[in-house]
């Protein structure tokens, strides 16, 4: 990206800004808004041709999408479908991502990681959770596609606090936000909630090579519903800390009956120690999954009480610190990793839950922080600050993590440096590289749960907004404001040279073996009532551009686009057969279906691709069940 002249202050002010400001230059403090406004637009200005910096791979919620935009100028580049179909890129139109949804249309996505090698992002994958149907999903960074979904994972009901992965992505933890007796499909009465439902943590296990997942092993849980979960680093290598918001094991009205306490638990999960434990047999079998009770397996999970109803929990770049916010108390709860790591060690507890110890809270919790009303998430800048989210209050604060002074530590209100207003109710905030060992700290992007209406109108849904904050400097700086898709929750920043997507496949890469290269090669062939039809896309015409079936006969097309220029991408969509499949340069696709009903149904590319992108067609001709055809070419 490169910087616009300075002469854009000039261009704003006689703009919509000056208008907006009330004029232009006629008083100093007038003066003083336009060049704020001013530089705010230059901060996040990327001129026409010019580029981003940064990647925001944001989560779409129940839009089961993951979207992708620019930082600095926040615009909208890409979606990658996951959980749900996608017509534009065929996603879930094909039979290799049909057969990744499987029934489901739709999933619930909260929380997108970046895999990480020696605690920094490595441009590999991303994996993403699927709240409501208990699965994960890894996105390939080469080509920003969904390459595998695992689940639904058993043992498990709501994904939430998922996914998060360890420092070499080992394992992504997973856990439950809600309990359930298990194994799944037993019923028992809501009331014995506390006795007969379970959560659940699990281990989904990654393959350093080709990053493929399974369900590695599983944790028992008491029922407190695990909320959110960060991985440690450095000191806090081999942890993995969860949230919960109801310690009171309610099962119904939790608005009033989670909150009863002042403290919640949170847990302390030693992810090394699991697996060992898995190694020695110390497992039961649920389901085919290798599952730990920790009240039987001793030194997996401890326990430890966090400011009321916790949302967030986040472990800071050096790993010596872990944040949980406090949600319905002003505080976030500072835990000291080395005091944490002591406790453990020397069994100094203040109880247990069902064998399950309790760390003594006040041996390791560094100070609560009174940040504002409603903190969720915490981020940082690797520089020793943290921000963090405040619903209630609608801001980001920002504040000194330890070491603090004695001053400080007697009033720890002195160590929140600064505040930032944001538009408003905000969710996650996210910080460039924040969950690594080396954020790159320039970027805050603040993700607000309500726009209450900070763009035009377009009826009673209203569009989300996120913005984005400039946190190089002492005090927080809004530069920018952005429609982002629904519904937001966390996000992951990611240089734009710490990968190089490809742009066209190898022709030698595709090993598809119904690919076919050349015109000449095209084929319809028929085995019984199988009809098989291998089809070369290329500029400006199908080969061959004619199908023939009969009612009855499973069709299967391969289409193969056979450019090698970048961008060039074919479309083939069949009318009145819900088939749309969208294949990149290099690719093969295919779909399958069953000839329905007699009649000559016209094909066509779906992606402009030349000045003859239009002539690009072809027939699918359906004759009755029994009538002879002329044999197919
Ligand atoms: Cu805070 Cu699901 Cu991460 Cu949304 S969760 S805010
Ligand atoms: Cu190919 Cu349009």
């Known amino acids: ?54 990647y925001l791979f944001y989560s779409g919620g129940h839009s089961g999408q993951v979207y992708v935009a620019g930082i600095p100028s926040m615009r909208h580049i890409s979606t990658i479908p996951v959980f749900a179909p996608y017509p534009g890129t065929g996603y879930g139109f ?49 080509d920003f596609k969904t390459k ?38 037993r019923v028992a009465d809501l ?28 944790i028992l849980m008491p029922p407190f519903d695990f909320d959110l979960a960060s991985t440690g680093k450095g000191p806090s290598s081999g942890y993995v800390f969860f949230t919960s918001y109801n310690t009171e094991m309610a099962h119904d009205t939790l608005e009033v009956n989670a909150s009863q306490a002042d403290r919640d638990l949170g847990a302390i999960i030693n992810w090394k120690a699991a697996a060992q434990a898995v190694r020695d047999g110390k497992a039961t079998e649920m389901e085919g999954v290798p599952v730990l009770d920790p009240a039987k397996v001793p030194g997996i999970v401890h326990l430890i009480g966090i400011a009321k109803s916790p949302h967030g929990m986040d472990v800071d770049p050096s790993g010596k610190w872990v944040v949980a916010g406090g949600k319905l108390q002003p505080t976030t709860t500072v835990i000291n990793v080395e005091k944490l790591l002591g406790a453990i060690e020397g069994e100094d507890y203040e109880g247990d839950f069902r064998g399950i110890p309790i760390v003594s809270h006040d041996s390791v919790v560094e100070g609560e922080v009174p940040v504002g009303l409603g903190p969720l998430h915490t981020q940082y800048d690797g520089r020793g600050n943290a921000y963090t989210s405040l619903f209630i209050d609608s801001a980001v604060a920002k504040w000194k993590l330890p070491p603090w002074t004695d001053e400080e530590k007697a009033d720890l209100s002195k160590v929140v440096v600064d505040k930032i207003t944001v538009h408003y109710s905000i969710g996650h905030l996210v910080v460039a590289g924040s969950d690594t060992n080396a954020p790159y700290g320039k970027w805050l992007v603040a993700m607000n749960k309500l726009s209450k209406g900070r763009h035009i109108s377009v009826g009673p849904s209203q569009p989300e907004s996120s913005q984005l904050i400039d946190i190089s400097g002492e005090k927080m700086k809004m530069v920018a404001e952005a429609y982002t898709e629904p519904e937001p929750h966390f996000a992951q920043i990611l240089k734009v040279d710490e990968i190089k997507p490809i742009e066209v496949y190898p022709k030698a890469e595709n090993t598809n073996p119904n690919a076919v290269w050349d015109l000449a090669d095209g084929k319809v062939e028929r085995e019984g009532n199988h009809v098989t039809a291998k089809i070369v896309a290329v500029r400006s015409r199908f080969g061959p551009d004619k199908v023939e079936a009969r009612v009855g006969d499973t069709v299967t097309l391969h289409v193969t686009n056979i450019e090698q220029t970048p961008d060039m991408i074919h479309g083939f969509g069949i009318n009145d057969h819900n088939i749309n499949i969208v294949v990149d340069p290099g690719e093969t696709k295919s779909v399958e279906f069953v000839a329905q009903k007699p009649g000559i149904y016209p094909f066509y590319c779906t992606n402009f691709c030349s000045a003859l992108h239009q002539e690009m067609q072809g027939y699918l001709v359906i004759r009755e069940a029994g009538e002879t055809q002329a044999p197919v070419q």
Not at 24 to 34: R, T, W
Not at 191 to 218: C, H, I, L, R
């Open 1 to 54: 990206m490169k910087h616009i002249p300075r002469t854009l202050g000039g261009l704003a002010c006689a703009g919509a800004l000056g208008l907006a400001l009330g004029g232009c230059g006629k008083q100093a403090g007038e003066q003083a808004g336009n060049e704020v406004a001013a530089d705010a637009a230059q901060a996040s200005y990327v001129a026409p041709g010019e580029k981003d910096d940064y």
């Open 148 to 185: 595998q979904i695992l689940g639904p994972i058993p043992n498990a009901s709501g994904s939430h606090a998922s996914s998060f992965v360890t420092e070499n992505t080992e394992y992504l933890f997973v856990s439950t936000r809600f309990s359930t007796p298990l194994p799944k499909g």
């Open 191 to 218: 009331e014995k909630y506390a006795d007969e439902f379970n959560g659940m943590v699990t281990a989904v296990e990654v393959d350093p090579e080709s990053g493929e997942m399974k369900v590695g092993f599983q």
């Open 94 to 142: 094909d039979e290799e991502s049909k057969a990744m949804l499987g029934d489901f249309t739709w999933g619930d996505v909260h929380h997108p990681a970046l895999s990480q090698t020696g605690s920094k992002y490595d441009g590999r994958w991303l994996f993403v959770n699927d709240n409501a149907n208990n699965r994960v999903a890894r996105v390939d960074l080469r």
